[in-house]
């Protein structure tokens, strides 16, 4: 697994929890050492495992594997994920990422006992007490290794004697090959898959074994005040060849309390490294709460720089097949969102696994493109696994896909889920634009330049020139398939829809500026500005006197029947991720926009057949709407408000935020609402609170914005006091005067000079590594 080292803080909260039976924190933090307070608490067993979708059971893991708590008292039962665990068989849903299996730990003298279990985000540890009336207790810690794949779960007999029996159940489905032994006082457990019906073999291995007890591979009996210590390790055969051996011999290299305390040492000091990159105090514990806890969430998963974790990450209860859509990479925004908050939460490193897929499926994607459209570049379907596996071809034989789809008909689009839309690819690029605007890191714009320019020569190639403007013609808005019912094919010949339009500008635009810095291409610049400038207009209407966004220009397909509005896939492409729009680069545009956000909270009633969804929608949305409206300048205070709203919907306990479309594409929505209110830099010029509520005391440490420039800043009573900026590429710097255009602000250096600006937007000269601050003049 990749042991990069992460850094982030939070600071000391009061926490409320909602979405299941739930005690608030204590809300002691450590302050030498910086660690959050926060706890995920729970005082019933969580009631949403096993499934195939979010579970609401405390985590913990390490970026490659994960561990979710479920079960009784009576019975608790620890589900293990990896993410490099999938079966890589062709034809949906008969391939995707599968689950290792499970430890349950038998303990039939604590049924209905008092259940307690904390999830503490400052060091990923479980901690978990049942008491009986008698006082028969059973104590429980558990945690993943930080940097190495090993799981250690501890076992406490607080004031009586206790009886426990230990399983460990691989999972047996999707026709895997099971087995087990034992070494001495170890056993194994090994899942795979392989055959030649596979694209490529997975294996994983499990060992377990005591530390610090005698056992037989099942029974622990403990004595009052005794402790018994499991540990799990984990080895696929994409980790190492002898993956069972392995998994062996690091089971058995921990042999007692000593080489215990230094692994779980050497895992606090990941945890305390990891809460020191980045701070934001909003004196609202709340907000807080979920700020952390989704960045929590997103480091337990999102590690492994080969392997990205897929819709569910590393909290799979079992294998995700059709009920969790294989658990795949959905490349129409699902597998981009997790990460729109770490490059802003200076957490660049938490991203690297996201381009590994999209990177290696670009030759079939280029044989797509040929085969299927004659065209240049690539042309991604849907869903994608890793190592160039396609999760989303359609069943392959006529009968599978007519039990699965209701039609025999299994060579639609040649049988991949092109789904009708064509932007799949240009949406990949999203976020590559985004870590190299916060980086302007070289060695990252060289390895993502080709694919993107793959996606430049595609839509070079398959825009139509028509009429002074580029045209997209037979490009879906919305996904179109046959589980839409049998007139289904009605669906398809949208034109210019809005979602491509924005895309495409941020393809182009990005395209420029990174050939540039790389001087490369230079020779196509002009013709790459040349669609820039040229693209068609983002298509409106104006209704009663109100200007709406429309779905699409035209057409005959599903998205030319959506009402006239503003909504979740409008706003991928103008606003979150794409970056095109905003009150900087076009004000009243971006007023437009806001007005459509506004009217969200009176709902036209309509005739039209589909509509882009508002705030109620609880399905997808939830990573957009928010840091959207941020952009336009909507309101504050009535944003945090809603944000709130939404997450008292649905939050589980583990501070996960669910919503039906997908799983960890909500870990970024917190996280890039609150950035944004409190900095932007994505218009070329640094903005400090651009509409955190001016009443509300808030500060921010290292935040990272484009420009590769880490910022600092604090404001109290409406005004902010300083602005601290440091330069990582020593890139030009623009901000925008925090004081306004009037009043005269000082830019004081590392060495003690000073020199005094004015305007309402000031130019700074950085050097790379340079740090400055920026106070108003009294």
């Avoid at 658990?327 to 699902?334: M, T």
């Amino acid at each position: 697994m990749n042991k990069s080292i992460f850094y982030v803080w939070a600071s000391s909260v009061v926490c409320l929890f909602l979405g299941g039976s739930c005690q608030p924190s204590t809300g002691v933090v450590n302050k030498e050492e910086g660690l959050p307070a926060y706890e995920g608490v729970w005082t019933a067993p969580p009631a949403h495992i096993p499934t195939h979708l979010v579970p609401d059971g405390a985590i913990s893991g390490n970026g490659d594997i994960g561990m979710v708590l479920g079960g009784k008292p009576e019975e608790s039962v620890f589900y293990f994920s990896k993410n490099d665990f999938w079966k890589s068989k062709k034809g949906y849903p008969d391939g995707g990422v599968c689950y290792v299996g499970e430890l349950h730990i038998a303990a039939p003298s604590l049924a209905g006992a008092d259940y307690i279990t904390r999830e503490s985000i400052a060091d990923a540890t479980i901690h978990t007490s049942f008491t009986q009336a008698d006082s028969l207790a059973l104590h429980m810690k558990a945690w993943c290794a930080a940097v190495q794949n090993q799981v250690v779960i501890e076992l406490e007999a607080v004031k009586a004697p206790i009886d426990l029996v230990c399983s460990f159940r691989l999972g047996e489905g999707m026709d895997s090959q099971n087995s087990q032994g034992k070494e001495g006082q170890t056993q194994w457990f090994v899942r795979k898959f392989e055959g030649d019906d596979l694209e490529w073999p997975s294996a994983v291995a499990v060992a377990i074994t005591s530390v610090d007890k005698e056992w037989d591979g099942s029974r622990l009996s403990l004595k009052k005040g005794e402790k018994a210590t499991l540990i799990l390790s984990f080895c696929s055969n994409h980790d190492q060849r002898n993956y069972q051996e392995e998994a062996v011999n690091r089971a058995e290299n921990i042999k007692g309390e000593k080489q215990l305390a230094e692994l779980y040492q050497v895992h606090r000091a990941w945890w305390c490294d990891f809460w020191q990159a980045s701070q934001v105090t909003l004196h609202d514990s709340f907000l807080e709460k979920y700020y952390y806890g989704s960045q929590y969430l997103l480091a337990c998963c999102s590690r492994d720089a080969e392997f990205a974790p897929g819709l569910w990450g590393t909290s799979l209860t079992m294998d995700a097949t059709a009920g969790g859509w294989a658990g795949d990479y959905h490349l129409n925004y699902n597998h981009q969102a997790p990460w729109w908050g770490a490059y802003s939460s200076n957490h660049v490193e938490l991203t690297e696994p996201y381009d590994t897929p999209i990177l290696e499926y670009m030759s079939r994607a280029k044989v797509h493109a040929q085969e299927f459209l004659h065209q240049k570049g690539v042309y991604y379907p849907v869903g994608i696994g890793p190592k160039g596996f396609c999760s989303s071809m359609f069943p392959l034989t006529p009968e599978a896909m007519m039990q699965q789809y209701g039609t025999p008909d299994n060579n639609i689009e040649g049988g991949y889920m092109f789904l009708g839309q064509k932007s799949n690819a240009v949406f990949a690029t999203a976020n590559m634009f985004m870590r190299y605007y916060h980086t302007y890191d070289r060695a990252y714009a060289e390895k993502v330049y080709p694919f993107i320019r793959e996606v430049a020569d595609f839509w070079e190639d398959y825009l139509v020139y028509e009429n002074g403007r580029y045209v997209s013609y037979a490009d879906n808005f919305w996904e179109v398939g046959p589980w839409e019912g049998k007139d289904w094919k009605r669906n398809y010949g949208d034109i210019n829809p809005t979602v491509s339009l924005g895309l495409v500008r941020m393809l182009y635009k990005g395209i420029i500026d990174m050939s540039q810095f790389l001087n490369i291409d230079q020779e196509r610049v002009v013709k790459w500005n040349h669609i820039l400038t040229h693209l068609s207009a983002i298509p409106t209407v104006e209704e009663n006197g109100v200007m709406k966004i429309k779905a699409c220009e035209g057409g005959n397909g599903s998205g030319s029947r959506t009402a006239p509005g503003l909504g979740r896939v409008m706003m991928h492409g103008l606003l979150f991720p794409s970056g095109v729009c905003g009150v900087v680069t076009d004000s009243a545009f971006a007023n437009v926009l806001r007005k459509e956000i506004e009217r969200w909270d009176e709902p036209e009633q309509t005739g039209y057949e589909w509509y882009d969804s508002h705030w109620d929608n609880l399905s997808n949305g939830i990573e957009t709407y928010f840091t959207s409206a941020v952009r336009t300048g909507y309101d504050g205070n009535k944003l945090l408000e809603k944000l709130k709203e939404r997450i008292q919907q649905t939050a589980y306990p583990n501070l996960w935020i669910p919503q039906g479309g997908g799983g960890i594409e909500s870990l970024s929505a917190v996280p890039s609402c609150i950035n944004e209110m409190l900095l932007q830099g994505y218009e070329g010029m640094i903005r400090v609170f651009p509409v955190w509520p001016k009443e509300k005391p808030a500060s921010f440490r290292d935040l990272r914005t484009y420009g590769a420039f880490l910022v600092s800043s604090s404001c109290e009573a409406g005004r902010v006091k300083e602005v601290s900026i440091f330069s990582e590429q020593g890139r030009p710097c623009r901000v925008e005067n925090p004081w306004g255009e009037e009043t005269a602000c000082r830019l004081v250096r590392a060495d003690g000079k000073e020199e005094v600006l004015k305007g309402e937007v000031l130019s700074l000269q950085l050097s790379k590594g340079e740090k400055v601050i920026l106070r108003p003049e009294k």
